[in-house]
Structure formats: structure tokens, C-alpha cells
């Protein structure tokens, strides 16, 4: 079964995108739509990266809700920073967090933490990873954020991934 669906969830979502995309379900349309979620998952197949070594389940979970808290924090934090743009213009500014994550899962998986945490952008990586270039909306204290940055997200994905 595994070589005709290497994936069944996508093959699952192809039909079912299918097949809203169709705005109707008769015979041709249900045909097409279960030939495109097998042939293209096949064909997609070798383009998949091999999936990563998982482990530590309490840390991701911790991981997942510190990301959640510093996703609500950080939203109010940039509102109130852009509310107060006129009479106190926030402070953005190029941050450099030395990295000790090497593994391509781990830093696939801090790109999106810090894409997903309003007021930090992922800009730059070494080319030997060895370090990140991050913009920050607004920056009190450099060497609190890479502390933050480091503790609460590195660590982390480390422990998960390493």
C-alpha cells in the first residue's frame, strides 16, 4: 500500500481539493481526481526530504507552547509598538545569535519559530551556520534577546533534533 500512497494524507487533500475545485461530483471528476492523488504524490516522491529524527515528545510540546505564548505576547508588543510609532518610535535592530543547532530540521524549524513570532524576521544565515542574522522589531536589550532566542528556541530544537 505504501508504494501505491507514499503519502496518504496528501493523496487524501489532492482528491478532496479536487474535487471542491471541480464545484461538482460525478464519475469523471471522482476518476480524475483519484488518479491526480495517486500519480502525483508518486511522482512527488523523490523530491520529499527524508523525514527527521524526532524525539523528546515533552520538549516539543513545551517547545510548541512557548511559541504559542510568545506568538500572543509579541503580537500585543509590536501593536502597542506601532499604536505608539509617533511619540516613541521602536528601536529595530540587526541582531547576530551565535548558533550551536546544525541540524537542517532543527534550523528549517527555527525559521518558521522566528517567522512565526511578530516582530522577529529571519534574515540571514552563515554559510557554515554558524550564526544568524535576525531583524527585531523593537530591541531593548541585545544580549536579553539572544539569551531569549537561545534558551527558549535553540535549546529546544537541539534537544530534539541532535
Request: proline share 8%; net charge positive.
Amino acid at each position: 500500500m505504501r508504494t501505491l500512497l507514499p503519502s496518504p494524507w496528501l493523496s487524501l487533500g489532492l482528491l478532496g481539493g479536487w474535487l471542491l475545485l471541480s464545484r461538482g461530483i460525478d464519475v469523471g471528476q471522482v476518476l480524475l481526481g483519484i488518479a491526480a492523488a495517486i500519480v502525483l504524490p508518486l511522482l512527488a516522491a523523490p523530491l520529499r526530504p527524508r523525514p527527521g529524527p524526532l524525539r523528546h515528545g515533552r520538549v516539543l510540546l513545551r517547545l510548541i507552547l512557548r511559541v504559542g505564548v510568545d506568538v500572543v505576547r509579541s503580537a500585543l508588543q509590536v501593536a502597542v509598538g506601532v499604536w505608539r510609532a509617533k511619540s516613541h518610535p521602536p528601536r529595530g535592530a540587526f541582531v547576530v545569535v551565535p548558533l550551536d543547532l546544525h541540524d537542517t530540521h532543527g534550523l528549517a524549524a527555527l525559521a518558521m519559530i522566528a517567522a512565526v513570532v511578530p516582530g522577529t524576521v529571519w534574515s540571514e544565515i552563515a554559510p557554515d551556520r554558524s550564526a544568524l542574522l535576525v531583524h527585531v522589531f523593537a530591541l531593548d536589550d541585545e544580549a536579553a534577546f539572544i539569551a531569549h532566542f537561545k534558551a527558549d528556541y535553540e535549546h529546544p530544537l537541539k534537544e530534539i533534533f541532535e
